[in-house]
């Protein structure tokens, strides 16, 4: 098993910044595949970047690509969203996710779920 908590949100104007983290524990970071997902009060979850045990491999959506980067480090047990040029649609809770094995584009694929962090951008 393994025990995830995000950090790093808050409130920023739109073009602004903002770097999340998700600190792992109890397992060997190293085996699991990471995501980011985020979800707005009454829509679905929707995915936003994974990236594979290694950290060489790296997807996002679309409607982030370009402006936010997936980073993890296995020695810390760390994973970090570095994004950018943030619009007022991004604002949503973020949750970072983790499965053992690759890592994939689908929530119901993820075993371990952080309890996410608020991120707000006004316009």
């Known amino acids: 098993q393994v025990q995830l908590v995000e950090s790093g949100g808050g409130l920023v104007q739109a073009g602004g910044s903002l770097r999340l983290s998700c600190a792992a524990s109890g397992s060997t970071f190293s085996s699991y595949g990471m995501a980011w997902f985020r979800q707005v009060p009454g829509k679905e979850r929707e995915f936003v970047a994974a990236i594979s045990r290694g950290g060489v491999t790296t997807r996002y959506a679309d409607s982030v690509k370009g402006r936010f980067t997936i980073s993890r480090d296995n020695v810390k047990n760390t994973m970090d969203l570095q994004m950018n040029s943030l619009k007022p649609e991004d604002t949503a809770v973020y949750y970072c996710?983790?499965?053992?094995?690759?890592?994939?584009?689908?929530?119901?694929?993820?075993?371990?779920w952080g309890q996410g962090t608020q991120v707000t951008v006004s316009s």
């Open positions: 996710a983790a499965r053992t094995g690759t890592a994939v584009r689908t929530g119901t694929a993820y075993d371990y």
